[in-house]
């Protein structure tokens, strides 16, 4: 059966030498015939060929035969076949550039809804241990809660510190970068804890620390995704002091976050973390839940201004809490 | 000349090429030389049993040169060849004793 196998690769790989080979067999045949003929028959040259042919038969049909019995038959149906397909195609212009379209549509659509399914669904956050990881949501008698104030926040991580690790994050909205102001990039202020709370390592550089989330305004520092130190940099290696403009506000630059890593929320990736401190620099993200807060005023003690996502590195137990929060 | 019966192609193709290696006319040849001229292969049915003994390991070829020094494709028999033209004349032996044996049957022995 291998033998077999191989037999039609070959065939197939010298197709030409397999029928130049037929001929030239068909040819010796007739030939030998012929001679045959014109000794035991008496028969001119011209005569003698002339029969040979007559009584060997249909060349093609053998020739056919031949190769059916190489199994080559299959190959060449299928290859007629395609190229009668792509004949009938061309010739109708309009309904295969339509088929093509539609395919092409569903084809991309299925796609990109896997592609969305699998970074929401299918993959994990590439952190140390995604399964651990959650984000806190108060549930009251009235309403689910999704975003709290800094007052509140602290309180959480009080209240649980001893046990488990917390830490908040927001995110921005129209975050200008450069002089010109006219690339926006995405970026989250984080407190203190967040990148030990996920537990990964910067590629370069360090993290934010508790020590860069001490007073308001008064860290202009920011850890950046690997991602975007690529498209802003490309091969130079990381050097403490590079500064970027954002909002035109200097920061320095004082890590690179692990390749591959691009916030907690897949769909946008992240390109700058800034610490919580500088957020009258960079601004609140649709502040939808913060009534009567005083904008202008320093947004850190104040109980409605409720802007951050409280994440923490484990399940905290329900904690009743006032309805003030 | 009677035509071959079905069947019996390969089995003479198998036997003509083990006196001696061949080219195609030539196998056609020592069939009907063998069979005292009573048998001979229908040209369009030979080549195709070639190729597909060839197919099947039973047939080795080589080119070489004929005798009005023409390009030739030459068969000769492999191991797996000789081993079925074996087998295959013990059935055939075998299957026309049988059926001697069937046709000789006379009416008070039924």
């Given at each position: 059966?291998f033998?077999?196998?191989?037999?039609?690769?070959?065939d197939?790989?010298?197709?030409?030498?397999?029928e130049?080979?037929?001929?030239?067999?068909?040819l010796?045949?007739?030939?030998a015939?012929?001679?045959?003929?014109?000794?035991?028959?008496g028969l001119?040259r011209?005569?003698?060929a002339r029969q040979?042919?007559?009584?060997?038969?249909?060349?093609?049909?053998?020739?056919?035969?031949?190769?059916?019995?190489?199994?080559?038959?299959?190959?060449?149906?299928v290859?007629?076949?395609?190229?009668?397909?792509?004949?009938?195609l061309a010739n109708?212009?309009g309904?295969?550039?339509?088929?093509?379209l539609?395919?092409?549509?569903?084809?991309g659509?299925?796609?990109?809804?896997?592609?969305v399914m699998?970074?929401?669904l299918?993959r994990?956050?590439?952190?140390?241990?995604?399964?651990?990881?959650?984000?806190?949501?108060v549930?009251?008698p009235?309403?689910?809660?999704?975003r709290?104030?800094?007052?509140?926040?602290?309180?959480?991580?009080d209240?649980?510190?001893?046990?488990?690790?917390?830490?908040?994050?927001?995110?921005?909205?129209?975050?200008?970068l450069?002089?010109?102001?006219?690339?926006?990039v995405e970026?989250?202020l984080?407190?203190?804890?967040?990148?030990?709370?996920?537990?990964?390592q910067p590629s370069?550089g360090r993290f934010?620390?508790?020590?860069?989330n001490?007073?308001?305004g008064?860290?202009?520092?920011?850890?950046?995704?690997?991602q975007?130190?690529?498209k802003?940099?490309?091969?130079?290696p990381?050097s403490?002091?590079?500064?970027?403009?954002?909002?035109?506000?200097?920061f320095?630059?004082?890590?690179?976050?692990p390749?591959?890593?691009?916030?907690?929320?897949?769909?946008?990736?992240?390109?700058?973390w800034?610490?919580?401190?500088?957020?009258q620099d960079?601004?609140?993200?649709s502040?939808?839940?913060?009534t009567?807060?005083?904008?202008t005023k320093?947004w850190?003690?104040?109980?409605?201004?409720r802007?951050?996502d409280?994440?923490?590195?484990?399940?905290?137990?329900?904690?009743?809490?006032?309805?003030?929060? | 000349m009677?035509?071959?019966?079905?069947?019996?192609?390969?089995l003479?193709?198998?036997?003509?090429?083990?006196?001696?290696p061949l080219?195609?006319?030539g196998?056609l040849?020592r069939v009907?030389?063998?069979?005292?001229?009573?048998?001979?292969?229908?040209?369009?049915?030979?080549y195709?049993?070639?190729?597909?003994l060839e197919s099947?390991?039973?047939l080795?070829?080589e080119w070489?040169?004929?005798?009005?020094n023409?390009?030739?494709?030459?068969?000769?028999l492999?191991?797996?060849?000789r081993?079925?033209?074996?087998?295959?004349?013990?059935?055939?032996?075998?299957?026309?004793?049988?059926m001697?044996?069937?046709?000789?049957t006379r009416p008070?022995?039924?």
């Amino acid at each position: 059966m291998f033998s077999r196998i191989g037999l039609l690769v070959r065939d197939l790989r010298q197709r030409n030498r397999f029928e130049a080979g037929m001929s030239d067999e068909i040819l010796a045949h007739i030939d030998a015939r012929a001679h045959d003929l014109m000794s035991s028959r008496g028969l001119s040259r011209e005569q003698a060929a002339r029969q040979a042919r007559l009584e060997f038969g249909g060349f093609e049909t053998m020739r056919d035969e031949c190769r059916r019995s190489r199994g080559l038959h299959w190959f060449d149906e299928v290859r007629q076949d395609l190229r009668y397909a792509f004949r009938t195609l061309a010739n109708k212009p309009g309904f295969t550039a339509s088929a093509i379209l539609m395919l092409a549509f569903g084809i991309g659509a299925n796609s990109a809804m896997f592609s969305v399914m699998d970074s929401v669904l299918l993959r994990t956050l590439p952190v140390a241990a995604p399964g651990e990881l959650y984000s806190i949501a108060v549930h009251g008698p009235a309403e689910v809660a999704q975003r709290y104030s800094w007052p509140f926040a602290k309180r959480v991580f009080d209240a649980t510190g001893a046990y488990a690790s917390g830490a908040a994050m927001s995110r921005t909205d129209r975050v200008h970068l450069g002089v010109k102001g006219d690339r926006r990039v995405e970026t989250h202020l984080v407190s203190g804890e967040w990148f030990s709370v996920l537990g990964i390592q910067p590629s370069a550089g360090r993290f934010l620390t508790q020590e860069d989330n001490r007073t308001p305004g008064g860290h202009p520092v920011i850890v950046v995704s690997h991602q975007f130190w690529s498209k802003q940099f490309g091969e130079k290696p990381f050097s403490p002091g590079q500064t970027v403009l954002l909002r035109q506000r200097q920061f320095e630059i004082i890590g690179v976050g692990p390749k591959g890593f691009n916030g907690v929320i897949q769909e946008s990736p992240v390109d700058v973390w800034a610490p919580l401190m500088m957020q009258q620099d960079l601004g609140y993200f649709s502040n939808f839940q913060s009534t009567n807060a005083e904008i202008t005023k320093q947004w850190a003690p104040q109980e409605t201004v409720r802007w951050l996502d409280i994440w923490s590195g484990a399940l905290l137990p329900c904690y009743p809490v006032s309805r003030k929060c | 000349m009677a035509s071959l019966l079905p069947g019996t192609l390969d089995l003479l193709v198998l036997k003509a090429v083990s006196l001696g290696p061949l080219h195609g006319y030539g196998i056609l040849l020592r069939v009907q030389q063998i069979t005292g001229e009573s048998l001979t292969i229908e040209q369009g049915a030979l080549y195709p049993a070639l190729y597909r003994l060839e197919s099947q390991s039973l047939l080795d070829t080589e080119w070489g040169v004929s005798e009005n020094n023409r390009k030739a494709r030459f068969y000769t028999l492999t191991a797996s060849g000789r081993k079925r033209l074996r087998e295959e004349t013990a059935s055939w032996n075998q299957l026309t004793v049988v059926m001697a044996a069937a046709l000789a049957t006379r009416p008070e022995e039924v």
